[in-house]
């Protein structure tokens, strides 16, 4: 089972900031907090990762909270391209290629 | 180019019949994966190879199996024996940078079974 919750559905304008939230609660020490990000009818596409700090790419933000236990993924200037289910999903380290374990994501719809 | 190929894009196949798709990547990636797709479901996983000769079960992998005699090829068999193979299969690979790992998608396929 996902070890994430994330909204089911979410809206943003276009131009604007999309801020996706993640709870990942149980996250154990080792484990990274990974975005995807799956356009309709496409494989997935690799977003962002981080473990402690904010990180920050040409896609976007992730921002995680102290105490690790949810974060927070930021599109700064959201297009109509970026409509697709976005997955957070938190997985180990120290174990090898682990096969990532996918909820439902949030559906984010960017409206002009 | 670089990256994974999945062929064909779209499948038709009647029931009862085996069916192999076709997953090969030019990353050198050690590990490879199959997920399974339902409509407005997330990825479950089938089957996965960290490295050549060796692959593990899923959680779903009753009627499906798979090879992995080269490092660049990770073929799916859909078997007859599966109940409801209608569905988008996914492959993926990845390969350990540092503390983490990346992993890669391919773009899909659409399997249809009348």
């Known amino acids: 089972d996902a070890k994430t919750t994330q909204p089911p559905s979410m809206d943003c304008a276009e131009g604007r900031a999309a801020n996706l939230p993640c709870n990942h609660s149980?996250?154990?020490?080792?484990?990274?907090v990974y975005w995807y990000r799956q356009i309709h009818s496409q494989g997935p596409q690799y977003i962002i990762h981080?473990?402690?700090n904010n990180e920050t790419n040409e896609m976007a933000s992730l921002i995680i909270t102290e105490d690790r236990k949810s974060s927070t993924l930021i599109l700064p200037h959201a297009t109509l391209r970026d409509t697709a289910v976005y997955y957070c999903?938190?997985?180990?380290?120290?174990?090898?290629?682990?096969?990532?374990?996918f909820g439902k994501g949030t559906r984010l719809s960017v409206i002009a | 180019d670089g990256g994974i190929t999945q062929s064909p894009k779209y499948l038709f196949r009647k029931e009862g019949q085996n069916v192999t798709l076709s997953c090969e990547q030019n990353?050198?990636?050690?590990?490879m994966y199959w997920y399974r797709q339902d409509p407005g479901q997330g990825l479950r996983l089938i089957y996965y190879?960290?490295?050549?000769?060796?692959?593990q079960k899923g959680d779903i992998a009753e009627g499906y199996s798979v090879s992995r005699e080269k490092k660049e090829s990770f073929p799916l068999t859909v078997t007859s024996a599966q109940k409801n193979p209608t569905a988008f299969y996914l492959c993926?690979?990845?390969?350990?940078?540092?503390?983490?790992?990346?992993?890669?998608f391919g773009p899909g396929t659409r399997l249809t079974v009348t």
């Open positions: 993926a690979s990845s390969i350990r940078s540092g503390l983490t790992y990346e992993q890669y």
């Open positions: 149980t996250i154990s020490g080792n484990e990274y």
């Open positions: 981080g473990l402690k």
């Open positions: 999903i938190v997985s180990a380290t120290n174990s090898g290629n682990t096969p990532l374990v």
């Open positions: 990353l050198n990636h050690d590990a």
């Open positions: 190879s960290q490295i050549v000769n060796d692959f």
